[in-house]
């Protein structure tokens, strides 16, 4: 994932690296060029517009997914296709740029409030070419990631760069799975071995509390004593002078 917003709302709303790759996998399984798709995955209703795979027939930037997180309220405009592709379109084109977060930032707010002009034209063989207008429908395909396996889909990737570069980042997300489970053990254990030291000290604030009190009660004690001896040595005097 290059870039989202709200920062970090993935892992509030826990989806997972592997769940944009299915949603990636769903788009490349349904055709390599651009498409796009609205799906209920996980029990959050998702938009999502993949820019196509080969150079010759793309939007924006190649093989990338822009996807859009919905709640259940949500009602989505008519065109909102078309501002995804105007989206993708303006925004992915520029992903190596300095510019790409800020206007990735400026087109979300637009998305969000429906002021993006849809954009109904494709990259097809260094020509831009348009295409027919699709009204957004109500419906929202079912997806799992159980029902999902990718082995079975590869017969519909014709490029064979495709099948391996899926296997590597599959393979990749595997081992930074397991990086994450180690770092997390290990603050774990990191924590677990710290709070023996933290009662510690909790303990030794408790008996500095403890002296403490204990002091203010004994100079407390002194300075009553110490006028009764005067008030004592007061009165001798009075009777010797007397």
Known sequence: MDFELPTGISKRIKIETTDFMTIYGIHRMRRTDPNYLQMTYKKMKIASFYTGYSNSHYVGGLDSVLTVILSEDDVLPLEFEGMMRAFANDVLSIKD???????????????????????????????????????????????SMDDINFEDYFEYFKEDVMKARIKKMRSTIKKQEEIIDKLQSTINEDLSSKSGEIKKIH??????????????????ENAKLKETIENLEEKIKNLKDN
């Open 97 to 143: 740029s300095k510019l790409f977060n800020l206007k990735f930032m400026d087109y979300y707010k637009k998305l969000r409030i429906g002021e993006i002009e849809p954009y109904w034209f494709e990259q097809k063989k260094g020509k831009e070419v348009q295409i027919n207008e699709t009204a957004v429908s109500d419906e929202f395909i079912e997806v």
């Open 203 to 220: 303990s030794l604030l408790d008996e500095i509390d403890a002296l403490s009190e204990k002091y203010n009660r004994v100079l407390n």
